[in-house]
């Protein structure tokens, strides 16, 4: 074989190899995105042991395809997306089990606080439409989704929309949610541990998340067990302060028995 035919097939080669890695590194950026709702560049660079630029053009390329959007600083999933198509939400199977399963604890006459994402999004097709409840959000599409329910009350606490998160946050909001006397608090979980508890990459979302739950009686957990023992930066609230944990997983499920607690409900 010439050296030049050598050098050709090696430059291929390489070519391959750098082809093979960067498709795989953009498959573990969607799945990271997919699994939390969105994700930091600096993260992803720290994760996947590449710079920020290399990150910054794989995010671009990925948003270019409409796989996720980009914001500053990083990328969202698409589901934050007003016409995002719930069958194309990442698992979606385990989410319809979890809203099944979390469709039976709002009853009619409650007063709900509801967060947002796909999990909430499927709860909400769950609830059966002449539902007489009240329900306090602070998410848009959940908003709007609710009105769909016509003999429902729905009540948007309104305020700065977090660009990260597309929820209304500030003062203005956890004032609003310290006169309020909820009998329950429905939210989606971006990281949650045994050890650790809920956690959130975003403190405007973990202070609005805190408001919630404080103007609640009680508080549910909607996650895909995929989730369990992740950990994000910002502690949202100990496993002790939440009532109910639901997952896809039956609640005899040895992948929660480290979740067990006197206060909590697990279904």
């Known amino acids: ?15 391959s190899l750098t082809s093979m890695m960067k498709k795989e590194r953009q498959m573990l950026i969607m799945k ?22 290399t990150i910054r053009r794989d995010l671009n390329e990925l948003a270019e395809a409409g796989k996720l959007v980009k914001v500053h600083g990083g990328a969202l999933s698409k589901s934050y997306q007003f016409n995002y198509p719930t069958v194309e939400a990442y698992a979606s199977s385990a989410k319809q089990v979890i809203a099944q399963k979390a469709s039976q604890l709002i009853k009619n006459d409650m007063f709900v606080v509801i967060g947002g994402g796909t999990t909430v999004s499927e709860l909400i097709r769950h609830i059966p439409l002449d539902t007489t409840a009240t ?10 989704q609710l009105c769909d329910h016509s003999k429902a009350t729905v009540i948007f606490i309104g305020g700065t ?24 608090c429905v939210l989606g979980a971006n990281g949650i541990s045994f050890n650790e508890g809920i956690t959130d990459s975003d403190m405007e979302t973990v202070q609005v998340k805190r408001a919630m739950m404080k103007a609640s009686k009680q508080t549910a957990i909607l996650t895909i067990s995929e989730k369990l023992d992740s950990v994000q930066r910002l502690r ?24 067990k607690r006197e206060r909590l409900t697990i279904i």
């Open 161 to 184: 929309i977090a660009k990260t998160s597309q929820i209304s946050s500030g003062g203005e909001v956890i004032s609003r949610f310290a006169d309020i006397h909820a009998d329950l």
């Open 32 to 53: 990271e995105i997919n699994l939390h709702n969105r994700a930091l560049s600096s993260d992803l660079s720290v994760s996947l042991n590449v710079s920020e630029d």
């Open 236 to 259: 949202v609230c100990d496993l002790d302060e939440i009532n109910y944990l639901i997952t896809e997983l039956a609640a005899d499920s040895g992948a929660l028995k480290a979740y």
């Open 135 to 144: 329900f306090f959000t602070v998410s848009l599409l959940t908003a709007l």
């Open 1 to 15: 074989m010439s050296l030049i035919v050598e050098f050709i097939l090696k430059i291929h080669m390489i070519q």
